[in-house]
């Protein structure tokens, strides 16, 4: 997928106001309610770990369950730093509604996965279409699939 190795640079777990600070504007950009974010995502148990990609303005934000360990799925990236988040697809299976979907069939798929951009012909129902907007975010299923 990626042409150049990832190199990971600087990592630090999120405390108190800090990661508030982060889970509300996440909330905020994702149109999401804290309980929801909560009960789903990321509970108050468990930290949150920031993790910088060296040569990039990219921030990871991944779950730490443990103390001081970096073991967690990663949450949300930040491609740009600027707090335009987006869910992985780690964060999509716990919270499936968390951002509406285009459903394609399998066959397109394979084109999306070479780094094709989705076209009109590969979307299954046109009322999906309809409803899109310039910047929306929204995740892509195939059909049949939830």
Avoid at 33 to 49: A, R, V
Wanted: with cysteine; hydrophobic share 35%.
């Amino acid at each position: 997928m990626f042409k150049k190795g990832i190199k990971v640079g600087n990592t630090s777990a999120l405390k108190g106001n800090e990661a508030k600070k982060i889970i509300s504007q996440i909330c905020e950009s994702l149109s999401i309610d804290f309980i929801q974010f909560e009960n789903h995502i990321l509970s108050s148990k468990e930290k949150l770990l920031k993790v910088k990609l060296q040569g990039t303005h990219t921030v990871i934000y991944q779950e730490t369950k443990e103390k001081g360990k970096e073991n967690g799925e990663p949450l949300f990236f930040d491609i740009d730093g600027l707090g335009d988040f987006y869910p992985t697809v780690y964060t999509l299976w716990r919270l499936p509604s968390l951002l509406k979907t285009i459903s394609t069939p399998q066959q397109v798929l394979l084109y999306i996965e070479s780094g094709a951009d989705l076209m009109l012909p590969g979307v299954s129902f046109i009322e999906q279409v309809e409803a899109l907007k310039k910047g929306d975010k929204k995740s892509i299923i195939l059909d049949g699939k939830g």
